[in-house]
């Protein structure tokens, strides 16, 4: 969430940035500079008020202490009186207050200045390329037929215990998934990242606290008796970790890893972009998480994105990095590369990996800040990471590694599986 300050004193620059964004509500700006200002109208004539009562309190106690009696008598009923405006002044100070938080959880975060301008996908800008390009026949199979085939993911059984969007993985392909789930954890640990396994549900100060709500409530579970949500990314219950904590610079940055089962209602479009493992309700996913200094937190996004980048390079799939225009960007990114491996057989780019820099953004929400060197808190800034989402992986792996004795597996995931090959 922006600071109604930040925006009070970078009223153009903000129209700017947000412009990028294409966010259509500009009025929003003017409405939170007006709450902002007559909340400090009112706070300042509360605090006035209240140095005038005890103005006036320190007066009748003088005019008594000087025999003064009916002088005091007849002065002190004013601060009662005052009392009752202070009231009615912290009454609408938190009228005020609150609306004019309601209108700033509807402001996105600001873009990054590197950010490219555009409305969608067609307009992200390629970065960063990688990996061998398969070679195959033109009778190459997609991922739903191989996975029936080799008997690796049963669709119909999932959808009959479920319903649509939720892949039942049987013999080796469940032991393929939890080769891929072992490696990303092991990989991550070893680059110095702290595994966790947070709870799967979360209650609204931590969907919250990292931007789901309001912003994607319809996308999400709920579980309405008891008002939890299933996570839509292990970033949301590794990061309300740190709400409302203090940490410690030299403790800076915090690396955190934690494998979670994904939930998300939205299952995007129809046809062959969600057949099989393309887009699915429930997906397995390994998930990155730091919390930095500002200073420090650009670097520590680039390094994200070669980490990330690192494990499609063991995987020996070809790659690239896109960095997301404002119009593609989520709700409360700053800045965030999207991470894409080529699927041979569709002929197609499959996201599998988002790595973004919320800055300050989820950080105030969920006040979450760091002691400096000047013994003061300051506010962190979050950074979270794919490393990586498992449907996709597992359909480029089918597809790209299929021959006409079988599926290889990659060298890397041989002592995960237990087996080199899918026959």
Request: with cysteine; net charge neutral; proline share 5%.
């Amino acid at each position: 969430m922006l600071q109604a300050g930040f925006i009070t004193e970078n009223k153009e620059r903000v129209i700017s940035a947000l412009k990028k964004k294409n966010f259509k509500e500009m009025n929003l700006i003017d409405e939170v500079i007006a709450l902002d200002t007559l909340r400090k109208k009112i706070q300042y004539q509360a605090d006035t008020t209240l140095a005038e009562i005890n103005r006036i309190s320190k007066e009748v106690g003088k005019l008594y202490s000087q025999g003064r009696r009916e002088e005091a008598e007849t002065l002190k009923h004013r601060p009662a009186e005052l009392k009752e405006t202070v009231k009615k002044l912290n009454e609408e100070l938190s009228k005020t207050e609150q609306a004019l938080r309601e209108k700033l959880l509807l402001i996105p975060n600001l873009p990054h200045e590197s950010v490219p301008p555009g409305t969608g996908s067609e307009q992200n800008e390629k970065v960063a390329e990688g990996g061998p390009m398969p070679q195959l026949p033109d009778n190459a199979a997609p991922h739903w037929e191989l996975m029936s085939k080799y008997d690796l993911i049963d669709i119909e059984a999932g959808t009959k215990i479920t319903g649509a969007g939720f892949p039942l993985y049987t013999r080796r392909g469940a032991r393929l998934q939890r080769a891929l789930i072992q490696f990303f954890l092991d990989e991550a640990i070893q680059a110095g990242y702290e595994e966790v396994i947070p709870p799967f549900l979360v209650n609204e100060d931590s969907a919250f606290g990292t931007g789901q709500l309001p912003d994607k409530e319809g996308q999400m579970y709920e579980t309405r008796l008891d008002k939890l949500y299933l996570i839509p990314t292990a970033e949301v219950p590794v990061t309300n970790i740190f709400r409302d904590m203090i940490l410690e610079e030299k403790d800076l940055p915090v690396k955190r890893v934690a494998y979670s089962p994904c939930f998300r209602r939205e299952a995007g479009s129809y046809g062959k972009d969600v057949r099989g493992l393309n887009r699915v309700h429930q997906f397995d996913k390994v998930e990155i998480v730091q919390i930095q200094k500002p200073e420090l937190s650009y670097q520590t996004l680039e390094e994200m994105v070669q980490y990330a980048c690192s494990l499609l390079q063991k995987l020996q799939l070809p790659y690239r990095v896109m960095k997301l225009c404002g119009g593609d960007m989520s709700f409360a990114s700053a800045l965030t590369y999207d991470l894409e491996v080529y699927s041979a057989a569709q002929k197609r780019w499959l996201e599998v990996s988002s790595v973004s820099n919320f800055e300050t953004f989820q950080s105030y929400r969920m006040k979450l800040r760091y002691r400096g060197a000047d013994n003061k808190p300051h506010l962190a800034h979050t950074l979270n990471g794919s490393a990586l989402a498992l449907p996709r992986i597992v359909a480029a792996l089918l597809e790209n590694n299929q021959t006409a004795e079988g599926i290889l597996i990659p060298e890397v995931l041989h002592e995960y599986t237990g087996f080199n090959k899918i026959t």
